[in-house]
């Protein structure tokens, strides 16, 4: 050996699937995982036999040919494929989940809305029948638009699965912690983290801390991606390292088990004798994800101005029209604030996106009183909104100093359609009928006085 050369040093990560155990990092990528040696087959997707008998299945999350940068798909390798997994279906009620076209003539939904957090129930109540839809918008059937709803979960759904054929799901967390275990893995979330549920995939929601109460947004059109940054760069705001999806782990267990599934806006039951939650193998780009909203980093103005809202977005779900989402979701979290000369909180402003804001914890500041942790608010498509007096008069002569933002977190669901309030919203949950009147005391300052501010 030449003693000139070293010995070879390097050492293996301690971690080969990331830095953080159970998941795999990043948006979008194309992951491989395994629960069993060899069951991933290598290097083909269909091999003749597959290891340890598995079969071999594809989800599709796109079309076949939709183009490569957008095509999304996952081969999973399972104990049973899942046409084993439905039987003859059923018609159930889930009376209280709602989808889009859902316009009640009864209801109003022409207004600037808010509501207080939606009460526990004494009942219990599981991840389907704890669903209670605030709005609706667009058509479940052409896949467009959305549905925003509230969660109150009790109890774990045990040998009880669902899969919706409508839409994916956004989940934020307001209280509590949840565990889905779904075909690809086990995503735990708890608040100031969301997990995206893709359409098609089968899963079970457990309580891991309960009661649990927290948002959904239910998108019927295209995915979830991450917003183009423009010159802002490659950097800041959500990065896709922070994105973290399951790897594989599976159930092998017989027991009578009951499926639902949501499909066109109705709802269908099927009973079969195992677990469906039988990928041992995948490999993909087609799956959950959990992303950490600590993580968002955030941008704004280090100067003057206050920039639009969109500067905070974390995910969009495009439409047909070029830079006008079909949703978008953004967060509101703490922050510094230095613009001089600048009026700090968002101005007063009518919009063509309807506006559903949630909060997570803390004050918002344009409306420090009144939109409280777990409470929401809704502004429809080009209807006036924006800070009540005590805000507007507390920035307009506040002292600009830097400022911190702190114990905040608030976010909006945006689309550009106009939200239909359900029956549930309108009559059932708590709201605020007085909120409308947080504008009436604005005061007229204008006297013609030239140059009076």
Avoid at 74 to 82: E, G, N
Avoid at 104 to 124: A, C, F, I, N, T
Avoid at 315 to 332: K, R, Y
Wanted: some cysteine; proline content about 8%; aromatic content about 12%.
């Amino acid at each position: 050996m030449n003693k000139d050369v070293a010995p070879h040093a390097l050492k293996s990560a301690a971690t080969p699937v990331g830095t953080h155990e159970g998941y795999m990092p990043g948006f979008g990528n194309d992951f491989e995982t395994e629960a069993l040696p060899g069951a991933l087959p290598q290097g083909m997707n269909s091999p003749q036999k597959v290891n340890y008998g598995l079969y071999g299945e594809q989800l599709s999350g796109t079309a076949f040919t939709a183009p490569s940068h957008q095509n999304e798909r996952t081969w999973c390798y399972r104990i049973r494929p899942s046409v084993k997994h439905t039987h003859r279906f059923e018609k159930i009620d889930l009376p209280y989940w709602k989808s889009a076209p859902h316009v009640d003539p009864d209801v109003v939904s022409l207004g600037q809305y808010r509501w207080d957090p939606v009460p526990h129930s004494e009942g219990k109540l599981t991840w389907l029948t704890g669903m209670r839809t605030m709005t609706t918008a667009g058509d479940v059937n052409t896949q467009v638009g959305m549905a925003s709803h509230i969660y109150l979960v009790t109890d774990s759904m045990v040998d009880a699965y669902f899969y919706s054929a409508d839409s994916e799901l956004l989940v934020v967390p307001q209280e509590g912690r949840l565990r889905f275990a779904t075909e690809l893995g086990v995503i735990d979330i708890e608040p100031q983290e969301i997990a995206i549920i893709p359409r098609g995939l089968v899963y079970r929601v457990e309580v891991l801390e309960g009661p649990c109460r927290g948002f959904v947004c239910e998108n019927y059109g295209q995915k979830f991606d991450l917003p183009g940054r423009g010159p802002i760069g490659a950097n800041c705001m959500a990065n896709r390292r922070d994105f973290k999806t399951p790897i594989a782990a599976f159930e092998d267990r017989d027991a009578p088990s009951t499926v639902t599934v949501k499909w066109a806006g109705q709802f269908h039951e099927t009973k079969i004798g195992h677990s469906p939650l039988d990928v041992v193998a995948w490999h993909g780009n087609y799956a959950p994800c959990k992303y950490d909203l600590r993580t968002y980093c955030p941008v704004g103005a280090i100067l003057f101005d206050h920039p639009d809202p969109s500067i905070f977005t974390v995910l969009t779900a495009p439409s047909g029209v070029e830079g006008t989402a079909n949703i978008d979701f953004v967060l509101f979290r703490d922050r510094w604030m230095v613009a001089e000369d600048t009026f700090r909180p968002p101005w007063y402003h009518k919009n063509v996106m309807s506006e559903l804001m949630g909060n997570i914890f803390g004050i918002y500041d344009a409306k420090p009183k009144g939109f409280v942790p777990g409470g929401m608010s809704l502004h429809n498509m080009m209807l006036p909104h924006g800070p009540d007096k005590n805000a507007f008069e507390g920035a307009s002569n506040a002292e600009l100093e830097a400022e911190k933002l702190e114990n905040t977190m608030s976010f909006m669901f945006e689309t550009r359609f106009p939200q239909h309030l359900t029956a549930f919203a309108a009559r059932e949950a708590p709201l605020q009928d007085d909120y409308i009147d947080c504008w009436t005391d604005l005061e007229k300052k204008f006297d013609g006085t030239p140059g009076k501010k």
